[in-house]
Nanobody
């Protein structure tokens, strides 16, 4: 089992920045995929950014050029640096860690952290 705890959310004005953190504890070895998703009220959960163990990144179209995903392996932590925030970025941000599919369980989610961007 892998437990994930997010932090860093809050209220920020449009144009501002926030840095989210997600720290894993438990059986966190063999994690090969880390990602941030977000979900706003009435909307489906959407991928914000992802990072593989090989270093490949992927970003949602709406955040490209503004958000950066990174990791600190020694701290079992993945980060999401969010710059030039917009009101439409307001959502609960949730981190997701995955292991190869031959592990069970292999898909782990945090509880989420609220990000609110005021106009």
């Amino acid at each position: 089992q892998v437990d994930l705890v997010e932090s860093g959310g809050g209220l920020v004005q449009a144009g501002g920045s926030l840095k989210l953190s997600c720290t894993a504890s438990g059986s966190s070895s063999r994690i090969n995929f880390m990602a941030w998703f977000r979900q706003a009220p009435g909307n489906q959960r959407e991928l914000v950014a992802s990072l593989t163990s090989g270093g490949s990144t992927n970003y949602g179209d709406s955040v490209k050029g503004r958000f950066t995903i990174s990791r600190d392996n020694a701290k079992n932590t993945v980060y999401l640096q969010m710059n030039s925030l917009k009101p439409e970025d307001t959502a609960v941000y949730i981190c997701n860690f995955r292991k190869p599919t031959y592990y069970y369980p292999n898909d782990f989610w945090g509880q989420g952290t609220q990000v609110t961007v005021s106009s």
